[in-house]
C-alpha cells in the first residue's frame, strides 16, 4: 500500500492513485512527453517538478504511465524508490539509450537487460555479506522476447554495465567485453537493486544509440528522443 504521509515527495507532485501500477521510464523527459503525445489516450501529466514530466493515460485500453528517470544511478535510484514504495506502482520498465560493447550490436538494435554489472557503490547501502547481482523481473524479461520477436528487430538479451561514469578515463569497455557484456548505460542497476528491495518488477530495454568501442556512428539528440520507437512499443505491449 502506498504511504500517503509520504506524498507527493519533495520529486514527485503526484496524488496518490495518479500513476499506473505500471510506470515506463526513460531517462529523457522529452523522450516521456513524446510517448504520452504519441502513443497515450486520455494522457493527464501528473508531475513536472524540476521538470521531470510524467503523465498517465491509456494504450489499447490499459492504463499506462511514462516518467523520466534523469541520467544516473542516483536520478532512478529517487525515482524509483517512490514509485515503489509510495506510489505503489508494481512494475518499472526502463527503456533507454546504450552504447554497444558487444561486437555484434549494431545502432539501433534491442538490448534487453536480464542483468547488470556496475562499477556503482549503490548495492552496499544493502549491508550484504557479499556481492548482490542485480536481475530483471523473469516475467517482465519473459513477456519483452516474445514482444521482440514479433516486431522482427535485430536484439540481444544479457548482461548490461551500469557505469557511474560517462566519460571513463579507465577505458573499461574491452575488459566489460571480455565477459560477454552486450551494452554500457547508467541506470539499470540501481533500478534492479531497488525493485528487488521493494518485491516488485523492474526490466530494462535499450536501443543502441552509439558505438563506443567503433566510434563515428552515434545516433543525435533528436533521434534519440524521436525515433527510437521500437523499444517504446515493445514496453507499451508488455506493460
Known sequence: MNNITNIPTP????????????????????????????YLTDSVLVNDVRGVQGYTGYYNGKRVS???????????????????NFYDVENIIRIG?????????????????????????????FRLPGTFAPIASFELLKKAVLAVEKTG???????????????????????????????????????YCNAARAGKNALCICTISDLPLNPGKDCTAEERQNSFTQMMEIALEIA
Open 66 to 84: 511514462v516518467m523520466a528517470s534523469g541520467m544516473g544511478m542516483p536520478s532512478i535510484g529517487i525515482y524509483s524508490y517512490e514509485l515503489y
Open 153 to 191: 528487430a535485430n536484439y540481444m538479451v544479457g548482461n548490461l554495465y551500469s557505469s557511474d561514469t560517462f566519460y571513463d578515463d579507465a577505458l573499461s569497455l574491452a575488459d566489460w567485453q571480455k565477459m560477454g557484456v552486450l551494452a554500457v548505460e547508467m541506470e539499470s542497476a540501481a533500478l
Open 11 to 38: 520529486h514527485i507532485s503526484a496524488n496518490a492513485c495518479e500513476f499506473a501500477k505500471t510506470v515506463l521510464m526513460p531517462g529523457d523527459p522529452k523522450r516521456a512527453k513524446f510517448i504520452a503525445e504519441n
Open 97 to 125: 539509450t546504450a552504447g554497444a560493447i558487444h561486437p555484434k550490436l549494431n545502432i539501433r538494435d534491442i538490448v534487453i537487460g536480464m542483468g547488470a554489472c556496475t562499477n556503482s557503490n549503490y548495492a552496499s547501502q
